[in-house]
């Protein structure tokens, strides 16, 4: 009996946690301003996923870029960020419109990735009839096979 209240005294020790409401930082980033923060940077991890190589050469800091243009500065960012992981629903629906963004910036690009394509094979089009106006023109073969006869029709009229 003894065993069965230590048992659920632990439990209830271990299950209560001190949770703390987390203070709205003075410098919090806006929601919109945190979307545009949050989809550019996932961009630049990408872009350096993608290609790492390439962006060490460039030598552009992703992370001094991303601050220098959305004028903000690293703890800032850090603490917004905080504040909302902590309020899960606001969270939720930032990161829904990061998502949303980055859907549209992939479909338009996708857009322009066609036009391209389109463009390229239209293009490619016109150098091949270029091509064959370039090349020997196609004489009709029964006006060509009336040219070789023609010599020997002269032979036989001068035999004549």
Same mark, same amino acid.
């Given at each position: 009996?003894?065993?069965?209240?230590?048992?659920?005294?632990?439990?209830?020790?271990?299950?209560?946690?001190?949770?703390?409401?987390?203070?709205?930082?003075?410098?919090?980033?806006?929601?919109?301003?945190?979307?545009?923060?949050?989809?550019?940077?996932?961009?630049?991890?990408?872009?350096?996923?993608?290609?790492?190589? =390439?962006?060490? /050469?460039?030598?552009?800091?992703? !992370? #001094?870029? @991303?601050?220098?243009?959305?004028?903000? $500065? +690293? *703890?800032?960012?850090?603490?917004?960020?905080?504040?909302?992981?902590?309020?899960?629903?606001?969270?939720?629906?930032?990161?829904?419109?990061?998502?949303?963004?980055?859907?549209?910036?992939?479909?338009?690009?996708?857009? =322009?990735?066609? /036009?391209?394509?389109?463009?390229? !094979? #239209?293009? @490619?089009?016109?150098?091949?009839?270029? $091509? +064959? *106006?370039?090349?020997?023109?196609?004489?009709?073969?029964?006006?060509?096979?009336?040219?070789?006869?023609?010599?020997?029709?002269?032979?036989?009229?001068?035999?004549?």
């Amino acid at each position: 009996m003894k065993f069965k209240w230590l048992l659920i005294f632990a439990v209830l020790l271990v299950s209560c946690q001190n949770v703390e409401e987390i203070k709205k930082p003075e410098n919090l980033i806006p929601e919109q301003k945190m979307v545009e923060v949050l989809t550019e940077l996932s961009i630049l991890y990408s872009a350096k996923n993608y290609n790492k190589k =390439i962006l060490e /050469e460039t030598g552009l800091p992703l !992370d #001094s870029y @991303l601050y220098d243009k959305y004028q903000i $500065d +690293s *703890l800032q960012f850090a603490q917004s960020t905080e504040y909302y992981a902590k309020n899960y629903n606001q969270f939720e629906i930032i990161y829904k419109q990061v998502k949303t963004n980055l859907e549209k910036m992939k479909t338009g690009l996708e857009e =322009i990735r066609d /036009e391209e394509q389109r463009v390229k !094979d #239209s293009i @490619l089009d016109l150098e091949i009839k270029t $091509d +064959s *106006l370039k090349g020997k023109p196609q004489v009709n073969r029964k006006l060509r096979d009336s040219f070789k006869l023609l010599p020997t029709q002269k032979v036989l009229q001068r035999k004549d």
